[in-house]
């Protein structure tokens, strides 16, 4: 059975789904909506789909899996992006979930803001958060550079899901206009993922 992704291609939670899919060498079917023009927002979509009305989610026969990380648990479970010690496992969840709750509210949303819905049409509540997203967006790359420094994958010896789920959105985060510059260590790591066997691009 083959999986189908419901996404939005630029999107770095559906290109993390992809990235994982294509990395375990398993096959999905893609279902693009426009989520520009509200696609995921309509009657049958919160029916059938997501009651949430947010896309990427994956759909496994009838049943249906809303949130990047955990579609992307889904595909890599069993698999060596999954690490078999109990502590590097629990390590790896942190760092999904800190993705979730630091990183992506603030770099992928800046990108989004900047690079897709475009600066002159944002309103007043967009442009007022802006400043606090972007530093905290800044602040979450430091920390990066910072685990990075010493050591080449987030969790272990080897790259696992933390990894390709961090990466989906940091490798274009200058499209939000952050900087790489400063932080060689996230720049080297960026690297690393593009270099794993059966790599794909977000625009694949």
């Known amino acids: 059975m083959t999986p189908i992704l419901h996404e939005y291609a630029p999107s770095g939670n559906c290109y993390k789904i992809r990235l994982t899919a294509a990395l375990t060498g398993q096959s999905i079917e893609r279902r693009g909506y426009d989520i520009m023009a509200g696609e995921t927002r309509t009657a049958n979509f919160l029916a059938s789909v997501n009651a949430n009305g947010r896309i990427p989610v994956l ?113 274009v985060a200058e499209e939000g206009g952050f900087a790489l510059t400063p932080v060689p260590a996230v720049r080297a790591w960026i690297a690393r993922v593009e270099q794993i066997q059966g790599y794909i691009p977000i625009t694949a």
């Open 59 to 171: 759909q496994i026969g009838d049943r249906f899996l809303p949130e990047s990380n955990a579609a992307c648990f889904y595909l890599a479970d069993g698999t060596a992006l999954v690490p078999d010690d109990a502590f590097e496992r629990a390590d790896m969840l942190r760092w999904m979930f800190w993705e979730q709750y630091n990183h992506e509210p603030n770099i992928a949303t800046v990108r989004f803001w900047l690079s897709l819905v475009g600066e002159d049409n944002l309103d007043a509540v967009q442009r007022a958060l802006l400043p606090g997203k972007r530093a905290a967006g800044a602040a979450a790359l430091r920390l990066m550079n910072d685990h990075l420094a010493e050591r080449d994958w987030f969790v272990g010896d080897a790259p696992s899901l933390a990894d390709l789920c961090l990466f989906a959105y940091t490798h």
